[in-house]
């Protein structure tokens, strides 16, 4: 996507319960007198290789630009046909937005994610059921869709790779780490997980950054519940998260 995410009117839809899966589930024990419920439990299953797509709903801000981001997973695996046939303009009028940005296909690369669901907002866009996941906010408005350039997302997830899982990297010049969260099929409709350990040779990186492919020998987790995101996208618009 041209930004990372991964808002929201007061409208009715903002009391709709969010919807969980293996990857964001929600168990609730029930007793005559007490419901107990928590948000926050790891994965059953790998959402590895799972496809999705997002829009993100753009407005001006005194600080520059906001993204909301809408994400289809674990709603729906974003058919193609119904994908292509949105129009994203409309998405935005619909939304009140300045301009929606169609972001996908995309295909995850971590096994779970975690995340307290308490503020997930579930819409239909264009067609699409979708949770409202995170926020970005670019104080830079000319950095949109620009590849290797870092973004913020306010997301409240931690992400985990593990034991045992191929990861693909970037380090940048500091020696700073970015883990490829998902890989995307818009510049390259055929780009399959397969393609990812020699993907190095089609990378347009700037100078004194290089691509690294690893073997986990242990879980890897990226995130926190209550920090900002580091993010940022190659030049085949697949999408990285900086691994604190």
Known sequence: MALVSCGGSDDAETNATPSTSAAESTVVVTTESTILETTTLPAVESMRGKRYCEFLLLNPTANGIEATVYNSFPLGDCPNEQW????????????????????????????????????????????????????????????????????????????????????????????????????????????????????????????GWTYVVEQLTEDLVVGADRAVAEVLQDNLQNSYSLIA
């Not at 059921?129 to 995170?134: E, L, P, T, V």
Request: aromatic letters at 8%; proline letters at 6%; glycine letters at 6%.
């Open 84 to 207: 292509t046939a949105i129009d994203p303009p409309a998405v935005a009028a619909a939304e009140g937005a300045v301009f929606a940005l169609a972001n996908g296909p995309r295909y995850w690369l971590m096994d779970s994610v975690g995340r307290d669901t308490s503020d997930v907002i579930t819409k239909t866009l264009g067609g699409i059921a979708m949770n409202r996941y995170a926020t970005v906010t670019i104080t830079d408005p000319t950095s949109i869709g620009i590849p290797f350039t870092t973004q913020k997302v306010d997301r409240k997830s931690t992400f985990t790779f593990f034991a045992g899982s191929e990861v693909y990297l970037l380090v940048d010049p500091d020696g700073r780490r970015f883990v490829m969260q998902s890989w995307s099929q818009q510049r390259d409709p055929n780009l399959e997980e397969a393609d990812l350990a020699d993907l190095a040779s089609r990378l347009e990186l700037p100078a």
